[in-house]
């Protein structure tokens, strides 16, 4: 019997010669419970930005989001969509001619450095969109199969297609416009399917640097990565990079550790302060993972 209850049974009255027989069991201790194990939890790191999403790319399972389904300007981050949308219109190795309206842009847009009337490659001026940021580059994409308001009918129908409830572009490059918008929810499922449907764009992507050679249409460029953790947050390899005043720092990235890829995308990160939050994000996604933490010296 357990040994913090009475026995309801009657005493037993001794005899004066008790019967051979084996000795008595003692009684067994009462059971002890025992706490069940609990997993520690993993905190969520304080990111500054308006918008954060963080996908397990290898499932497609979102990890986490903080405020990632509101509409904001998405700033270049638009340009994944004006990357698909040639790609499925044009193909890598199309030649087209640089147009007139390149002129246009603003004066502080970022630029691959075309002139018009040179005729590049489809390929080429998607390094020119993924690198530099090119807003000349997205421009001459979206003129050079058809009429630049059917270009970017295509986009927004691409975007209906992904099934985004949150996303509208009036124009190719991202430059802030009122009715311009996506979010990160959306942006992050745009590059899921940017990952599995487009090798071309993701090793594009991953480029650091590139020098396009001149040709007898036009001239060499020398483009450079902007996104910076290609150079500082290993297993880094992708995928996008957008500011303007409006947007603020807008981010998408892709990164492997361990034989896990993870996507972090941030809209609205205070001016310069994206690259140093990214890591932050991507080494939480690892470690709800069960990653090993960044290599030493990381």
Partial sequence: MPVDQGDPRPRRIPQA?????????PPLPAAVARPRPTLRPIPAPAIDAQEVALV????????????GRAARAPASLTKIFTAM???????MNTLVTVPDAIRQLPADSTFMGLTPGERVTVRELLYGVFL??????????????TSRATFIADMNAKAGRLGLRTTHFLNPTGLDASGHYSSADDLATATIFLESHYPGLVAIAATPAITVAATATHKAYTLVN??????????TYGLKTGWTEQALGC????SSRGGHRLLGVMLGAPNGTAYAQMPKLLDYGFELLGVLPRPPGA
């Fill in 132 to 145: 530099n940021s090119g807003n000349d580059a997205a421009e001459t994409l979206a003129s050079a199969a």
């Fill in 226 to 235: 902007l996104d910076k953790l290609l150079r500082t947050y290993p297993g």
């Fill in 17 to 25: 010669t008790p019967s051979p027989g084996p000795s008595p069991t």
């Fill in 251 to 254: 981010l998408i990235t892709t």
């Fill in 56 to 67: 397990n790319l290898d499932t497609g399972r979102f990890l986490w989001q903080s405020n």
């Fill in 85 to 91: 949308v040639a790609v499925d219109l044009m193909g």
